[in-house]
């Protein structure tokens, strides 16, 4: 009693989006500030390395340490940016439609992906 049932046509409301898409900007937020901590951790333990009485005999490896964290800050960053322009897509309605198709974004991979901007055909066709 009371069910809607599973229909295709049963879309998620905004605000319950609009949380997913808080709740997942929360976490990048969160994310990039360690990864911007772990950066500049690592640049400034290469800069103490001088007094160190133990020698760094890996520096290649702190450089990639150093590439490594912020290649990921870079992503976590495009991410928070994607999840903004989700925000505003939900503020103009069309949030939840494919930018290639004009179709319809499951609401499966919205969850999932709440900045997902092509359905799941697009995406997979075009990698
Ligand atoms: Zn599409």
Redo the contacts with the bound molecule.
């Keep these: 009693m009371g069910v809607a049932g599973k229909g295709a046509d049963l879309r998620r409301p905004d605000d319950a989006r609009r949380r997913d898409l808080d709740a997942e900007r929360d976490a990048t937020v969160a994310r990039v500030a360690d990864l911007h901590a772990e950066v500049t951790g690592i640049v400034e333990s290469c800069v103490d390395a001088g007094t160190d009485d133990e020698h760094d005999p890996e520096g290649a490896t702190v450089a990639f340490e150093r590439q490594r964290a912020a290649d990921l800050l870079g992503t976590a960053r495009r991410h928070l940016a994607e999840l903004d322009a989700a925000r505003h897509r939900l503020s103009a309605g069309s949030y939840g439609t494919?930018?290639?198709?004009?179709?319809r974004?499951a609401d499966e991979r919205l969850e999932a992906l709440p900045a997902a901007t092509?359905?799941?055909?697009?995406?997979t066709t075009l990698g």
Excluded: D, F, K
């Excluded at 494919?98 to 179709?103: R, V």
């Excluded at 092509?118 to 995406?123: D, E, G, P, Q, T």
């Design positions: 494919c930018e290639l198709c004009g179709g974004i092509r359905c799941v055909a697009c995406a």
